[in-house]
Structures are given as structure tokens and as C-alpha cells.
């Protein structure tokens, strides 16, 4: 326990001893924080069953540029620019967090079964991973949030869909999203745990657990998990901010969030006003999309110098 908790501060160190990846990791976690109170703050909305007051607008201020009032100007209904990106953030955090937490857990668990067992089992995952990487992730994601979207689950898949997205506090459509962006996401992930899997299978310390009657479950969790889960965090790095990316896309087509606000929804709606000159819904909404995945950019390539012991032994 002691010398994980003295790795991470020697990350940490690592990460802040550069003034780009310290500026990305500090950014990010304003991201974060500032998340995580507009969440609270959405829930206490839902269960005091009150309006957030970033969705009321003045109708008699619409379309409005930047002002002392209004920051960022205001949109078409007259609810503030500033409010609505800031009130996003909550939308691209859930969707990375667990968009790209599921796609990791599953590129890892398929790998390094594959990679330790070999044979039918390393047969059965490079079948399904081939599978997967055949099919057009975006349309796939797009076809699963429509069929959600429009009622088209079994009566008892949609009380789990629905009381599963009252947990999370998203709309089911997000939950489509979330889930299509997991089960379409680890195949990167899952061939390069397998590789690393194989080659580890044949260090010294492997064979000595085996020889000493470990089981495979406790070499693979206590012996093979921990020796390359660098491989998993800088891959979920990478991973979050292509799913911040996938979840604008997507509700910039209209089938990602609809009550909700969301930086592809504001661009969206931006770009139908653009052609009237009215340029700040849609640059706040990007200008807050570039500093999330820039940060997640940096951090990302940062942790891979950091922690790859190939690149730097920790």
C-alpha cells in the first residue's frame, strides 16, 4: 500500500514537472470539479422537482451578443451561452468516465485471457475483436441510440434502460451512447494487452507462480493485472477524449441529448444562427470542447512517457 501511494506521488511529481502536462492536469481538473458541482446541483433540480435555472430564458433578450449580462450573449430562447457550456461539462465527464471505463474493462479482461490461455480462448477473442473492428463504430454507435431512442427494446429492457439512466441521471438516449461507445471501443485496447499478455507470460516471475501451484486466476489479478494496467490508464486517457468527441457528434446529429445541454447540441443550434452573424453559441461551445480534449490530449501523451517502462523505468 505504502509503495503505491509512493509511485503516485512519483507520477504525480512527473506529471507537474513539466508546464504543459502540469497546465493539462490542472485544466482537466477544473474540468472535473466544476462537473461534479453542476451534477450536484442537477440532481438537487430532479429531486426538488424545480427548473435549473441555466434552462429558463428572457424571450425578449434572444440572440443577444456578449454583453455585461450575458458574458457569452445568449441563444435563441434567451437562456445565457456561459450557463449552458458550463452546464455540458457534466455530459462529456459521464460519457468518458463511463463510456471509455467500459471499453477499457473489457479490452483488458478479453486480452489478457486470450494472451495467458491461449488456444480456443485466444481463438474465440481474436474472432470477436476482428468482428468488431469490421463494423463502422460511429454508425453502430448512431443505429443503438436510435433504437433506444425510439422504443424499440422489450417492456422489461426498457424499466432497466430507464431506471439504470434515473440512476446515472442522463437520459436514455445518453445510455445508448455510453453503452455503444464501451462495446465498440476496447478492440485497440484488447490486442494490445493481448500481445503484452503473451510476452509476459514467459517472464521469470510468471513461471515461479506457476511452479509454486498459484492458480490462474490469482497470477492473472495478483501477477500479470498489475504489470500492465500503464497500457489501461493511458489508453483510457486517449479513449475519454474520443468519447467527449463521439457524444458532440452525436448530439450534433440530434440523437444524443435533447433536455440536457451538450456542446454538440449547442453546436447544432449554433450553426443554424451563424449565417446571421450570431457567432457565440457555437464558438463557446467548441472553444470548451478544445480545452477538454486538449487537456485529455497532453495528459495522455505525458502518462505514456511517465509510465510505459519501455520509455522510463518508474
Known amino acids: ?14 506529471i507537474f514537472s513539466e508546464k504543459m502536462s502540469a497546465f493539462a492536469a490542472v485544466l482537466f481538473l477544473l474540468f472535473f470539479i466544476t462537473g461534479i458541482c ?7 433540480c430532479r429531486v426538488n422537482h424545480s427548473t435549473p435555472f441555466y434552462m429558463t430564458g428572457n424571450i425578449d433578450r434572444r440572440n443577444e451578443p456578449p454583453s455585461n449580462d450575458h458574458w457569452l450573449g445568449t441563444d435563441y430562447s434567451g437562456k445565457d451561452i456561459l450557463w449552458k457550456g458550463v452546464f455540458s461539462i457534466p455530459t462529456a465527464l459521464k460519457v468518458g468516465i463511463i463510456g471509455s471505463g467500459a471499453a477499457a474493462v473489457i479490452g483488458v479482461l478479453l486480452g489478457v485471457f486470450a494472451g495467458y490461455f491461449g488456444g480456443k480462448t485466444d481463438d474465440l477473442v481474436v474472432w470477436i475483436y476482428t468482428t468488431f473492428a469490421s463494423l463502422p463504430t460511429l454508425l453502430l454507435i448512431l ?6 431512442q425510439k422504443g424499440y427494446l ?3 429492457l426498457s424499466v432497466i434502460f430507464a431506471k439504470t439512466a434515473a440512476l446515472l441521471n442522463v437520459e436514455q438516449g445518453m445510455l445508448a451512447l455510453y453503452i455503444g461507445i464501451g462495446l465498440t471501443g476496447w478492440v485497440t485496447l ?4 493481448r500481445a503484452e499478455t503473451k510476452r509476459l507470460k514467459n517472464a521469470a516471475y510468471i513461471q515461479a ?11 492473472i489479478f495478483r501477477h500479470l493485472l498489475p504489470n500492465i494496467m500503464h497500457i489501461a490508464i493511458i489508453y483510457f486517457t486517449m479513449r475519454f ?6 457524444e458532440s457528434i452525436v448530439s450534433y446529429l440530434g440523437l444524443g441529448m435533447q433536455m440536457t445541454p451538450s456542446w454538440g447540441k449547442m453546436i447544432a443550434d449554433g450553426q443554424q444562427q451563424l449565417w446571421r452573424g450570431m457567432w457565440w453559441e457555437i464558438s463557446t461551445a467548441t472553444f470548451f470542447l478544445f480545452l477538454l480534449v486538449l487537456s485529455l490530449h497532453v495528459l495522455g501523451d505525458r502518462l505514456r512517457d511517465v509510465l510505459d517502462p519501455h520509455l522510463q523505468d518508474i
Do not use: H, P, W
Open 1 to 14: 500500500m505504502l509503495q503505491s501511494v509512493k509511485k503516485s506521488q512519483k507520477i504525480i511529481k512527473k
Open 38 to 44: 453542476c451534477e450536484i446541483y442537477n440532481v438537487s
Open 143 to 148: 443505429a443503438f441510440a436510435l433504437l433506444i
Open 154 to 156: 422489450s417492456e422489461s
Open 190 to 193: 484488447c490486442r494490445v494487452v
Open 209 to 219: 507462480a506457476e511452479s509454486l501451484g498459484f492458480s490462474d486466476l490469482r497470477i
Open 241 to 246: 477524449a474520443y468519447a467527449v468527441m463521439t
